[in-house]
């Protein structure tokens, strides 16, 4: 059974950088492309952007010139980064598996709440 | 970009049957997928490439995709199904590819 298992800081400063890691258990890490996605309270899915084992990257526009993506295939893990965060990036962070026939998603961290706050 | 358009909210009595919307500009040449949220939880897929149900998603839960709407539809709906719902697409540009989410619809169990 695949799990996906997130951590990252939860409390950042206007103007830091915000770093998720998600850890893939019970399944291939290679083959597929690895989505970061994230929710405001009370707001919808934003997708924020893919990678794969080769480290292809591919980003939402609105978000991309702030947005880095990194894998590390020795520990099926990949990261995200997202630098000088403001409160409109405060909400809940998921990472998520997208599957291999069709871009959607069929397993999902369990999320991790990132707080902008001076 | 594309833009996917759902309904806020959609009411239904125990027992009958939810219909959730998605609209798209000629949605109907794009995958369609549904995911289902309960309140503090990730995102379920409950249906996927217009009409595919995952693993372990019951029956009840079917989609469709016709022209500018794609649906998703829960037959015989109980409390356990009251969750919000987002469709979502890949959308490809000549400049981009990306992931769009619908802005979700609140499935309410009268």
């Known amino acids: 059974q695949v799990q996906l298992q997130q951590w990252g800081a939860g409390l950042l400063k206007p103007s830091e950088t915000l770093s998720l890691t998600c850890a893939v258990y019970g399944g291939s890490f290679s083959g597929y492309y690895w989505s970061w996605i994230r929710q405001a309270p009370g707001k919808g899915l934003e997708w924020i952007g893919e990678i794969n084992l080769s480290g292809n990257t591919n980003f939402n526009p609105s978000l991309k010139s702030r947005v880095t993506m990194s894998v590390d295939t020795s520990k099926n893990q990949f990261s995200l980064k997202v630098k000088s965060v403001t409160a409109a990036d405060t909400a809940v962070y998921y990472c998520?598996?997208?599957?291999?026939?069709?871009?959607?998603?069929?397993?999902w961290g369990q999320g991790t709440l990132v707080t902008v706050s001076s | 970009s594309y833009v996917l358009t759902q309904p806020s909210s959609v009411s239904v009595a125990p027992g009958r049957t939810a219909r959730i919307t998605c609209g798209g500009n000629n949605i109907e040449t794009k995958s369609v997928h549904w995911y289902q949220q309960k309140p503090g939880q990730a995102p379920v897929l409950v249906v996927y490439?217009?009409?595919a149900r995952p693993s372990g998603i019951p029956e009840r839960f079917s989609g469709s995709n016709s022209g500018d709407t794609a649906t998703l539809t829960i037959s015989r709906v109980g409390a356990g199904d009251e969750a919000d719902y987002y469709c979502q697409v890949w959308d490809k540009t000549s400049d981009h590819s990306g992931v769009v989410f619908g802005g979700g619809t609140k499935l309410t169990v009268l």
């Open positions: 490439a217009d009409s």
């Open positions: 998520a598996r997208e599957k291999v026939d069709y871009v959607s998603f069929d397993y």
